[in-house]
């Protein structure tokens, strides 16, 4: 059976999911804990059918041996013709505002943004490399994170910065970017009546962000240049004062890939926390400083909420995504609870459900838990860029 094959990888996971052309999904698989606590999990339309640790992926190659492993996986539980390839590629810089069909000169060119973004691009890339030689012959698109916030206004892309600086790209770009466009597209389904007013977006993970949206189109983001700005996450530190990198480097005689691994890869709630990057351990533990890691992340979404509330002069949708925004009803009541002057009244049995509609039905902002699906997403682009021709 004819099939796309859809790629996305993270920095500790790899999700790929089979799609019938016309549409439905046929297939999903991930492994997680990578590199070196992996596990695999296959299912086939909802019925799972493989789930087991994968000792053998770790270590320098995980891409390699983590996508042999799905592609195995895939071949053992169906005939799956693939003919073409969607990945998910963080960052497309100033030059992609859609997706784009893969070739060399393009390949150069997202190299050059590894730095960027480099708990994903380098992963991003590696697989795009793997899949040409493990699925030889096949078209590669790479649908990218930042493309969909290519339309905010002016002023939200720029910095205070010289211009020239502006010119060669240092702007806020914005990011989960394949995400926000699948919610748009449910939201369009569930809200007919509201969804092109001012809705903000949620995308809660490991990696965190939050959108403004009006007539369907970004207006804000709560990330910038870099995936590390924002609200704070897993392991990346969010919103930072940049005299904070001078002391750094100046009395901590740090340099760049010093910052770059405490910034990207020791902060965030796994740095306040001194436990976990993992909100479901912090949950769990009884220790202060897991408490705090929460506390922390609530307070920073309600202060982005109001930011993101005031350049869209009101608002009239509130959607949580992302494995944390869909699955915390605690940290979404505590937002809601801080955010009821924007006349938002949370259903707490509808809350506790954490599917649908969740505020009250006196509520005068409809909140909504959606899932994230980047997958369908990427499918929806390479429709779309096959169409094109």
């Known amino acids: 059976m004819q099939a796309w094959l859809t790629v996305n990888a993270g920095s500790s996971s790899l999700k790929c999911a089979l799609f019938d052309p016309q549409g439905p999904c046929l297939a999903r698989g991930k492994v997680s804990g990578l590199p070196d606590a992996a596990q695999l999990s296959w299912q086939v339309g909802n019925q799972p059918v493989c789930r087991q640790a994968l000792p053998e992926v770790a270590g320098p190659n995980w891409q390699s041996a983590a996508l042999a492993a799905l592609l195995h996986c895939l071949h053992s539980t169906g005939d799956w013709q693939i003919s073409a390839i969607a990945h998910r590629v963080v960052h497309g810089g100033m030059r992609y505002a859609q997706a784009q069909w893969l070739d060399d000169a393009c390949l150069g060119y997202l190299r050059s943004l590894e730095s960027l973004a480099p708990l994903h691009q380098p992963y991003n ?19 990218f994170d930042t493309a969909f916030h290519q339309q905010m206004p002016a002023l939200a892309r720029e910095y205070a910065l010289p211009r020239a600086l502006s010119e060669a790209g240092v702007l806020r770009y914005g990011f989960h970017g394949l995400s926000y466009a699948g919610l748009r597209s449910r939201l369009a389904e569930l809200e007919p009546q509201r969804h092109l007013g001012r809705v903000v977006m949620a995308h809660l993970g490991s990696g965190a962000s939050m959108c403004a949206m009006r007539n369907g189109v970004s207006q804000a983001s709560s ?26 480097m100046r009395e901590r005689g740090m340099d760049a890939d010093a910052l770059e691994q405490l910034l990207y890869r020791e902060s965030g709630w796994l740095g306040v926390s001194g436990l976990s990057s993992d909100m479901r351990t912090l949950r ?4 202060p400083a897991a408490r705090q890691a929460i506390d922390l992340l609530a307070y920073r979404l309600q202060r982005e909420l109001g930011s993101l509330v005031g350049a869209l002069g009101g608002l009239d949708l509130l959607v949580f995504s992302g494995g944390v925004g869909e699955h915390d009803a605690a940290l979404r009541a505590q937002l809601c609870q801080a955010s009821q002057w924007l006349g938002i009244r949370l259903d707490e049995q509808r809350n506790q459900a954490g599917t649908g509609l969740i505020s009250h039905p006196e509520s005068a902002v409809g909140v909504w838990v959606i899932a994230s699906d980047e997958e369908a997403q990427m499918a929806r682009e390479l429709r779309q860029a096959l169409a094109a021709g």
């Open 223 to 248: 990330m910038g240049f870099s995936a590390l700005d924002g609200l704070p996450m897993g392991t990346r530190c969010g919103q930072l004062d940049p005299g904070v990198l001078l002391y750094l």
């Open 125 to 143: 890339l590696a697989l795009i490399e793997q899949c040409a030689v493990q699925l030889p012959g096949r078209r590669q698109l790479a649908c």
């Open 284 to 287: 769990a533990s009884s220790e």
